[in-house]
């Protein structure tokens, strides 16, 4: 059976991982959630700087983002889900992967934010171009996420069955 | 380094950070470092390009009139907020396409490196990325000498200078004028937002580039049409258009609602409704409720009258009370309580009358306008659909509106018909009791063209748009106004080989209609055949409509037309022999026969004997030769031609 690799100083204990990730997760939900409402009674209020046809770039967006955003946060919830479940993750890739996913979680939905505040004539401001780097950071994430379940095997027994309680 | 690039690098730097940190592998720090510099790199690329769009646009927004028209217009951008179904239908309409700026979305014209002459003038037309231009006389001059020419033609102004060498400009293409059949262009002077026409028009069927003065029903050889959007078109091909005082001078600033014909041309001015229904409350009882909102008008939801009226601002034929009020209020039909106060209908069964109302623009144009009209007062040139409205008895003594046939949402946008109104249903709407007696009425078969209602009540007897277009004075076939007015009456439009003694007989026992006496030719020829050789250019250009209309081919026969259609290819009127030479394709033994309307005269008389040389009467039958007069009455016909000069602008 493989042993789980030692964790190099610089890296985060599995702990610290998890805490991080419910933190994030939970806290992301809850901006992303609120943002959700705003937008919600801006469509209520008929608020024009969200719902004119001009501002369509911004209103899809937000949307976007408000979407991105909650999703992200489940995502991030799922990592520390997956991480509790997979302690033989070399603590390297665990690390990478982690602040990837974090990462994501704040470029993808800020550059869909972003994009929106600032419009040109149709196309969104520059914030869309953090899009592309966090959608890159959440590949490498989900990448490095998926090859870690390979270590599932290594999971001692009494681990799985206390794990699936 | 502007605010967004300021928020967006930390952003950037506040998410890749830790990870940085706590990365120890190069190729990993490698990484993050190139997604850094792309992202960058990318947002300078991204920013320049976005900057140069915006730039180029508001370039191009300085040059047009403003969208900026008092009086509590808010633009469809605001409506579409709740009404996203009704702002998608009225998008997809040519009411929407009208006028809108030149982009590469709406500009249909080949822009590829064309060069035409006209009148001994030279115009390029060329493309710059998403920016269109033309390199012409320079149209403000050339507007400014029309000017000074027919102030001097009315003895108000100094003969003008010699004839200098025009300078030249490269314009850039600011607003485009239809799509549907057409498009037309304009450019914009260098000061103020005044739009000056481009003296070519672009046909979308023929894929080619024809003068502006080729497209409408003009005298020949009349002169460059010198139109200033300003001051005319966007009465009609805007919303609520305000061209303010001495918008034919240099500077001029109009004002409109919306470029082309928006949400508020119909409904109202919006600010006030949708102030009130921020409100979701309000907005919730409404939808519950029945009796719509009091802060807009809904034309489905006002008398027929009033409704028809709203459609009736821009199809009608009207004129102006006072021309300066209205250069400066506008279309103000909503600030008003009646349109008619300073825009009435042009009286078309008094034109002979008029009239002291008429300010001295107008009365400039009273000849031409009475041309408009057929002697009766029916009008004659197609957009004016309201004139025609008022005066049938249908509206006037029932509840017939433009709504009864027509929906604005509910449609195609070809004649945006309201869905099921194609048949006979919308006059079964009132007139149900011919459902079971229809061929009892019609003495036609019942799913024959004879039997559709609107083709003998409302044949294409008005012109327009290069075709005929149903008339929308609601009539029955008469030959005494056939006789009366020259205007062909439905029987004869699709028996085109019957003459009116024919027709007068057959109403005569169906109808009991008496059978006025007929003289000359219109009593044994072909009446269609008549009215083509001799009548006016607006009744000509109808009639060679008619010899390509379907139904009128597969009641009458097509190939004894062709000697007649052969005859427009000569014609003096460019529309006509545009129109006759669309029909003539149809006939077989012409569909490979190559012609231009605007070929030099010689070449068109060539095309029109080398056509009639290539084809011979023999091959048909007895029935059909008899329907073809002999050459010398055809000749003669033409030497009768009513050489009156016409105008029809539609």
Known sequence: MNRPASPEPNDDSLALVVRRHLRVGWLSLLVFLTLGLVLEALHGMKVQFYLNAMNETRRLMWTLAH??????????????????????????????????LIAAGVLMPGGFFLGGVWVYAGDPGLGILLVPVGGVLLFVAVLLTALSLKHLKDVPPASRRVTSK | MSLEWLVAVLLLAAALWPLARKTRSWWARAGALFLIVAALSGGFVWKSRAHHKLTARQQLLQKLPGETRPGGYVRSETCRSCHPDQHASWHRTFHRTMTQHATPESVRGNFTNQTLTWKGDEYQFRRRGDEFF?????????????????????????KPAPLEKPPRVEKRITLTTGSHHMQAYWVAAENGNQQFSVPFTYLFEEQRWVPRNDVFLLPPDSPPLPQVWNNNCLGCHATAGQPEPGALEPG???????????????????EAHVRANVNPRRRYALHRGTNGDPTIVNPARVSSKKSSEICGQCHAARFSLNHNEWLASGTD????????????????????ELTNDWDAEQVAHKQALAGYFWNDGMVRVSGREYSGLVETPCFQRGAMSCLSCHSMHKSEPADQLARGMEGNAACYQCHGDFKTKLTQHTRHAANSSGSLCYNCHMPHTTYGLLKGIRSHQITSPSVQSSLDTGRPNACNLCHLD??????????????????PRIAGDLASAPA?????????????????????????RQISGTNWLLPYLAETLDDPYSVVRYIGQRSLKQIPEARRLDFDYLAPAAQRSLNKSTLLQRWSSENLPPREQAKILPPQEIHKLRQARDQRPMELLE
């Open chain 1, 67 to 100: 979407a991105h955003g909650t999703l992200l946060a489940v995502v991030q919830l799922g990592f520390a889900f997956t991480a509790h479940h997979v302690p033989a993750w070399p603590a390297r890739t665990r690390t990478i992967a982690s602040y990837s």
């Open chain 2, 134 to 158: 033309v390199e012409m006389n320079d149209p403000a001059w050339a507007f400014a000498r029309a000017q000074q020419e027919t102030s001097f033609q009315r003895g108000l102004g100094p």
């Open chain 2, 252 to 270: 001029a600033l109009t004002r409109v609602a919306e470029l082309g014909i928006a949400c508020e041309s119909c409904h109202g001015p919006g």
């Open chain 2, 333 to 352: 039909y909503w600030h008003r309580e009646s349109i008619d106060a300073n825009r009435p209908l042009i009286p078309g069964h008094k034109m002979r």
């Open chain 2, 498 to 515: 019957q003459s009116l003694t024919w027709t007068a007989k057959q109403l005569n026992a169906w109808y009991r209609q008496p059978e």
């Open chain 2, 528 to 552: 269609s055949a008549v009215w083509l050789l001799r009548g006016d250019a607006g009744q000509r250009a109808l009639l060679a409509w008619h010899f390509g209309w379907e139904p009128a």
